[in-house]
């Protein structure tokens, strides 16, 4: 199943030169996971909610790919070049399989939802 790695990236008001230097050699460590690029640069318009920064979406063939690239000594050896100089957040994401049904997850919600509300039994 396709996995994610999303960054939310929150520019200072100076970028570090380090900053640069980063974004010229990450997508190198891409390649031997299958990575790539899906948003990267991109002006958000963020529709509901603050703007929390600038979004980077990367694609990877599943969860253990993605992984095994932010692990790899390539991406490891080029992080505090961003990390040093620009706060943000990452996160994994698993996509949706083949086949999935939003009214599935739904159903399971109301499961929840119903199950949360009805009374407890009171034991003796």
Same mark, same amino acid.
């Given at each position: 199943m396709?996995?994610? #790695? =999303?960054?939310?990236m929150?520019?200072?008001?100076?970028? $570090?030169?380090?900053?640069?230097?980063? =974004? &010229?050699?990450v997508?190198?460590? %891409?390649a031997?996971y299958?990575?790539?690029f899906? #948003? $990267?640069? /991109?002006?958000?318009?963020? /529709?509901? *909610?603050?703007?929390?920064?600038?979004?980077?979406?990367?694609? %990877?063939?599943?969860a253990a790919?993605?992984r095994?690239?932010?692990? +790899?000594p390539?991406?490891? &050896? =080029?992080?505090?070049?961003?990390?040093? $100089?620009l706060?943000? +957040?990452l996160? %994994?994401?698993? *996509? #949706?399989?083949? *086949?999935?049904?939003?009214?599935?997850?739904? /159903?399971?919600?109301? +499961?929840?939802?119903?199950?949360? /509300?009805a009374?407890?039994? #009171? +034991?003796?």
């Open positions: 396709t996995a994610y #790695v =999303i960054a939310v929150r520019p200072t008001s100076a970028p $570090h030169p380090d900053v640069a230097t980063y =974004i &010229e050699r997508e190198a460590t %891409f031997p299958g990575g790539r899906l #948003v $990267h640069g /991109a002006q958000a318009d963020w /529709a509901e *909610g603050p703007a929390l920064g600038d979004v980077v979406v990367v694609e %990877f063939p599943d790919a993605a095994a690239w932010y692990a +790899s390539a991406y490891q &050896e =080029i992080l505090p070049l961003r990390a040093d $100089h706060p943000g +957040s996160v %994994f994401l698993d *996509g #949706v399989p083949d *086949g999935y049904d939003p009214a599935r997850t739904a /159903a399971a919600l109301r +499961s929840r939802v119903s199950g949360a /509300a009374p407890r039994p #009171v +034991s003796a």
